[in-house]
């Protein structure tokens, strides 16, 4: 599991440095297996706005740029970015700025130069430059509300911290970010920020039929139509960010926001294309012969043993692990149907590990659902549907010194009794 602090503290916010709340996580049964920063050191690079874009009298690659960073004059730089443009944010290195280190592992210093010919007062920056991200295809566009001159780490949140946990299979209710606030708060009593979630009045009366054929696979199945949606629309900065530094990269709007649900409160759920859905749903376990095509392209046969999502046609998902290419959202759809469902750890279980006859993918959402305690699930209502492990009780153990009896052939004294074979 990993996560950046700052989202753990917008829900707990304990005085404790990161150091000592990665400590107080890994003596609680919570270990913290590594602590990484989000971005390296570098030194003077600001938000800067591109005012002008004029072609290099010299080269054909390069432009010459003029950038405001809030001093009041423009400042004069040479840029080879294919996405220079007039009206972006981006982020500028200011003469004597210090990069992270490069390939050869020495920084890398911004100085007053000339590019073939013409004065460059600075550097225009892209993520990979900063080491922040993989993509290199362009300068990094910043909002556009980003404040002119202040300090890209501010901006962008990068004095933060990488949390990476390694969780025992009991600690389900831990694959969260809320669920690790959870823990702190009850750790070192400082308060819990409780989410609200205010209902919202349908608008319309549209309903998919659903049917749950197999009881034993999934206790609730809930779900909404919802309609006109803009799938064009893209996901807002902070939101590619917070899933960035999660380790899950950024699709499209709908699925980013499934995942992001999912990472925050962990609650799987999928999103349907519902004009892609033939009649109603029924949830129940495979039949001998079925095959579905799954979002990553993979082509898998199911049999009694996997539970499925089918409609009047053909097999759609399969049951808390991964949805069907058939139905999957794309720029045209329009229409949506959400699924939120709890399904049985036990039918979850072993389902998502390759076998020869059944090779199933491993998949989050399949890992919060096998992971639930199934003592803390048996006796659940259906219509319960948040599944956290119960926690074990804890036991005061007495210690005693002891001086053992035992002699054996050795200069140092036995303090504990030696086992014989």
Request: charged share 20%; net charge positive.
């Amino acid at each position: 599991m990993q996560f950046p602090e700052s989202w753990l503290r917008e829900f707990c916010n304990p005085d404790l440095s990161t150091q000592q709340l990665a400590d107080t996580l890994t003596m609680a049964g919570l270990e913290v297996e590594a602590l990484e920063p989000v971005a390296p050191p570098f030194t003077h690079i600001v938000v800067g706005e591109i005012r002008e874009a004029v072609q290099h009298p010299n080269a054909d690659r390069l432009r010459v740029c003029q950038v405001d960073v809030g001093q009041g004059s423009l400042l004069n730089i040479v840029c080879g970015a294919p996405n220079a443009r007039v009206g972006i944010r981006v982020p500028c290195a200011l003469v004597g700025a210090q990069l992270p280190p490069g390939e050869d592992g020495k920084p890398f210093l911004i100085k007053l130069g000339k590019l073939r010919g013409v004065e460059s007062q600075g550097m225009l920056c892209s993520a990979k430059e900063l080491q922040i991200a993989d993509d290199h295809g362009g300068l990094l566009e910043l909002p556009q509300d980003a404040p002119l001159g202040q300090n890209i780490r501010q901006v962008l949140n990068l004095d933060d911290t990488l949390f990476t946990l390694k969780l025992t299979p009991n600690l389900a209710h831990c694959l969260s970010v809320y669920g690790i606030a959870r823990e702190v708060s009850a750790l070192t009593g400082a308060p819990l920020k409780v989410p609200s979630f205010p209902a919202v009045a349908p608008q319309i009366d549209d309903r998919l039929p659903v049917k749950v054929q197999a009881t034993d696979l999934c206790g609730r199945f809930s779900g909404r139509v919802v309609k006109g949606v803009n799938t064009k629309a893209q996901t807002p900065q902070w939101m590619v960010d917070r899933l960035a530094r999660c380790g899950q990269r950024s699709v499209t709007a709908l699925v980013d926001i499934s995942n992001y649900v999912m990472f925050e409160f962990g609650r799987p759920s999928h999103i349907f294309d519902l004009d892609k859905i033939h009649g109603g749903l029924q949830v129940r376990w495979g039949q001998a012969g079925e095959s579905l095509k799954l979002l990553n392209g993979n082509t898998v046969t199911v049999d009694g043993q996997v539970g499925v999502i089918a409609d009047d046609q053909q097999v759609e998902s399969l049951a808390g692990i991964m949805g069907g290419d058939a139905t999957a959202v794309s720029d045209d759809t329009k229409n949506i149907y959400i699924e939120a469902a709890f399904w049985w750890p036990t039918a979850i279980a072993g389902r998502s590990r390759a076998t020869t006859s059944r090779p199933m993918p491993a998949t989050a959402s399949s890992a919060a659902w096998t992971r639930s305690s199934p003592s803390s699930t048996s006796n659940a209502s259906p219509s319960w549907c948040w599944t956290y492990a119960a926690r074990p009780r804890r036991r005061l153990v007495r210690l005693t010194t002891r001086r053992s009896t035992c002699r054996r052939p050795s200069r140092s004294r036995c303090a504990w009794p030696v086992p014989t074979k």
